[in-house]
């Protein structure tokens, strides 16, 4: 009788062997990178918005602070898009014949809004609130980037669950002074730049418990802080500025903060 | 033929070993050829027999039920079944208990058996283990489509994700997807180790190139050497090993749904070892429900015997006993415990709006078969053990409906009593899995052999060693 497999099938049969477990790893490391891709989280895309609002020319060019716009970023859980009033401002008298800011007119004409594309679209069951980060000494750069470098807007994070609690259960490595929440250039106390914070003994729940400022090293030593005589410490490293502040702030355990009712409600 | 002749009469029967007077396993007068013959020619035929394709059509036909009620149910949501508060499980649990109890006699005969070095499980294994296999898919079938959304059933995986979360590992319901994944996986390894060497048969009986080519490859070069059956043998203990304890966790996990729950009637300790006698008695019962008719339709009059009939009921006697004794001491407990809920959770069984199921299940289950099973006459007979094979089932089905639904519909609160009432998609779905398990259990009828020749030849009487006899070298060993 024949053979029913020529000698051939063997090397086929050993392959078929090693690429079934390659393709098992393969789909495995695949399916953890895709979730993960930016094709999911659309991080670092633009999109096309009504008007090419630039925050790179807003803040970086003319020196705007975020909350020249986003007005109740402290004290509501959404920090709100600027009406077309706040546009009108300037641009009552700026470049009041720009074809680029035609959507902005007629909706200050007709009263309509203006349709701005979210880019930080967390899904509805998520219920994030912007004012408690912002009070408890997150900086708008922790999680939305270098904004003032963003001609267009973009998502620099994931905003994925993980991202969150990563910062839940570890928030010291993000926590900053509240006088430099709006400071996008914020890099952390270093060496050169240590910062220097005392208790101002006004205690409650938010950060306005303690005083920091940033020393140059060139600069004054004397720092002049607002003190009811507490201690002043200086920090050169972030994980000690982190720890600190995680008490002065009165920031909760990271079991408390990845419980679930924190974010869904 | 078998069935027919005086029970003792060993001049008479040729089936009644003379030395034994008990039936025999393989009837004699079988070798090697004999045996393979009989089985091979099954799936190897030409004419495939008519009656396969009817009864393909008619389990397709009902299996579109499980496809229409499915679709159904994805698109408008689990409100179209009965389930409602207080009863929020009702036939999808019921029908996925009742099939996973089904598949646990296969692992049974398979793994137990083997254990014991039973050998007359080896005529019923291969289709039994077909049936766990089979009675598994419809199973699995059910807990991925009684939760609400379904697409989101994959996060019951411990898979690291985006979210950071991981499954609630103290949940039962957690448990039953790990147990019925490796229930399911180690079924069908240890069901498709054991058809290998089936498979070098069936390369070599071949004669369509097609076939030769789909039974090589699933023999995997299968050359039946020494040194392979001796690693087939270590592998075929080491799989039944495992599947014993498995076979027995898993439906210990499936009560654990209930027991671990405070509601009367639910939280029993009792549960584990008295649902997995409940799977083994309608496993069998299911077992017996298709020998029965595959041995008449086939002519397997001769391998499968009435010793393996009168066998399987005396397990079913057992393991009906166990169920029996369970029921008595569920009886007992609710008095005993002096717990008002208790009482009065087992008196609504009986006697409340729905205590013709429990009456039901008491008739099917424990007065039927636990009569009639002592006799040995009625063990033997054909027409009786099909028809208490499917009353057992019936009353099977019933004992988590019982379980399930009078536990629920009446608990603790007054204000919370409710009702339930199956929908026609509860019913659609169910008798659809029916349909399914049919077509499955016919495609393997056609396509796979259905009793394991290998073991069958293990068993002839040319296999056994004669000690010191002059032609102990030469004939084969039985090594299990």
Redesign the interface.
């Known amino acids: 009788m024949a053979q029913?497999?020529d000698r051939s099938s063997n090397a086929l049969?050993r392959m078929s062997l090693v690429l079934t477990g390659l393709i098992v790893i393969a789909l495995g490391v695949g399916l953890?990178q895709l979730?993960?891709s930016p094709w999911v989280t659309r991080q670092g895309q633009r999109p096309d918005q009504p008007v090419p609002f630039s925050h790179k020319h807003h803040v970086e060019g003319l020196g705007l602070q975020c909350q020249y716009c986003h007005t109740s970023v402290e004290k509501s859980s959404y920090a709100g898009i600027p009406p077309t009033k706040t546009c009108i401002n300037c641009h009552a008298q700026i470049w009041t014949n720009a074809a680029l800011l035609e959507p902005v007119r007629h909706s200050w004409a007709t009263g309509e809004s203006i349709n701005w594309i979210k880019v930080h679209d967390l899904p509805d069951y998520v219920y994030f609130n912007h004012e408690i980060h912002v009070n408890k000494g997150i900086g708008c750069a922790s999680c939305h980037g270098r904004v003032d470098e963003m001609p267009l807007m973009y998502m620099q994070n994931?905003l994925?669950?993980?991202w969150c609690?990563?910062c839940h259960r570890n928030p010291g490595v993000n926590l900053r002074p509240t006088s430099e929440i709006y400071n996008m250039a914020w890099a952390g106390p270093s060496e050169e730049k240590p910062v220097a914070c005392t208790s101002t003994g006004k205690g409650g729940p938010t950060a306005q418990s303690v005083s920091c400022k940033v020393v140059d090293k060139g600069g004054p030593l004397n720092v002049s802080l607002e003190t009811t005589g507490g201690m002043t410490q200086t920090f050169t490293s972030q994980a000690d500025l982190g720890r600190f502040l995680t008490q002065q702030y009165h920031i909760r355990s990271a079991n408390e903060l990845s419980s679930c009712e924190v974010c869904h409600r | 033929m078998a069935t027919k002749g005086p029970l003792h009469d060993p001049v008479v029967d040729p089936m009644i070993d003379p030395r034994t007077g008990e039936y025999a396993v393989i009837a004699p007068g079988h070798n090697f050829k004999s045996v393979t013959t009989l089985i091979a020619d099954i799936v190897l035929t030409e004419n495939t027999p008519l009656g396969w394709f009817f009864g393909l059509m008619v389990g397709g036909g009902v299996a579109m039920g499980v496809v229409v009620g499915i679709t159904w149910l994805f698109l408008k949501g689990v409100g179209i079944w009965g389930v409602t508060m207080p009863g929020a499980w009702g036939f999808a649990i019921i029908n996925f208990v009742w099939w996973i109890g089904i598949g646990h006699a296969g692992t049974l005969i398979s793994a137990i058996l083997l254990l014991f070095k039973q050998t007359w499980r080896n005529s019923i294994n291969r289709f039994a283990e077909a049936m766990t296999i089979f009675a598994v898919v419809c199973a699995g079938t059910f807990p991925l489509i009684h939760v609400g959304r379904p697409w989101l059933a994959y996060w019951l995986m411990p898979y690291p994700n985006t979210m950071n979360v991981w499954p609630q590992f103290r949940s039962p319901l957690a448990w039953d997807v790990f147990a019925v994944s490796t229930y399911a996986t180690i079924s069908i390894v240890f069901w498709y180790i054991g058809m290998i060497p089936d498979f070098g048969t069936m390369r070599d009986r071949a004669v369509l190139p097609f076939a030769k080519y789909a039974y090589g490859i699933l023999s995997l070069g299968w050359r039946g050497s020494t040194r392979h059956w001796i690693r087939y043998e270590t592998a075929s203990l080491l799989l039944a090993g495992l599947s014993t304890p498995l076979v027995l966790s898993v439906h210990t996990v499936i009560s654990f749904d209930f027991a671990v729950a405070s509601l009367a009637g639910w939280h029993t300790t009792i549960f584990p070892p008295y649902f997995v006698a409940g799977a083994v008695y309608s496993g069998f019962a299911m077992v017996l429900t298709l020998a029965i008719p595959l041995r008449k339709i086939y002519h397997l009059e001769d391998v499968v015997t009435l010793r393996h009939l009168d066998n399987m009921a005396k397990v079913m006697l057992a393991t009906g006993s166990i169920v029996g004794y369970g029921y008595a001491m569920e009886v007992f407990m609710s008095w005993f415990s002096a717990s008002h809920w208790e009482f009065f959770m087992m008196w609504n069984r009986m006697f409340g709006p729905m205590g013709w199921g429990y009456w039901m299940l008491i008739l099917t289950n424990i007065a039927i078969p636990l009569t009639t099973l002592w006799s040995r006459k009625l063990r033997v007979n054909v027409t009786f053990l099909f028809i208490l094979s499917l009353i057992v089932n019936t009353g099977m089905w019933f004992e988590r409906f019982v379980i399930v639904v009078t536990s629920l519909y009446r608990d603790y609160l007054p204000s919370s009593w409710g009702t339930y009432r199956a929908t026609k998609w509860d019913y659609m779905i169910y008798i659809g899995t029916m349909g399914l398990f049919t077509v499955l259990f016919f495609c393997f009828v056609r396509f796979l052999p259905m009793i394991p020749m290998s073991e069958l030849r293990m068993m002839l009487p040319q296999t056994k060693v004669k000690r010191g006899g002059s032609d102990a070298e030469t004939v084969v060993e039985e090594t299990a």
């Open positions: 029913v497999f049969a953890d979730q993960r994931t994925q669950m993980e609690l990563n």
